[in-house]
């Protein structure tokens, strides 16, 4: 596993733009797949966007593609979540996960490493 620290979240109004980073330390950190949660208030954790270790495959949830995009700098062993049109519905606790076994997305994400998240609101 790899130890991951999410920072960047913070109040933002509706239409805002927002950039949240997740630091990645450990043995297994570069270049390995990683992605993206959120946890809404009394709902439950859903997938919002996955990276491959090299960069060259994303995915995203219908919900925020055209709106955000996830890149990672694999020299910092970073990743990020550019987050754009912000919506009061993207409030959320949002976190960074990784897959210390590879370097690809796999199916249902499985990864076996998360942050602690970091929180993202969006005032109307």
């Known amino acids: 596993q790899v130890q991951l620290v999410e920072s960047g979240g913070g109040e933002v109004q509706a239409g805002d733009s927002l950039r949240i980073s997740c630091a990645a330390s450990g043995r297994t950190a570069r270049n390995i797949a990683s992605g993206w949660f959120r946890q809404a208030p009394g709902k439950e954790r859903e997938f919002v966007a996955a990276?491959?270790?090299?960069?060259?495959?994303?995915y995203y949830a219908d919900s925020v593609k055209g709106r955000f995009t996830i890149s990672r700098d694999n020299a910092k062993s970073t990743a990020f979540l550019q987050m754009s049109s912000l919506k009061p519905e993207d409030t959320a606790v949002y976190y960074c996960a990784a897959d210390s076994t590879s370097q690809y997305v796999r199916v249902q994400y499985p990864f076996d490493s998360w942050g602690q998240g970091t929180q993202v609101t969006v005032s109307s």
């Open positions: 990276i491959s270790g090299s960069g060259n495959s994303k």
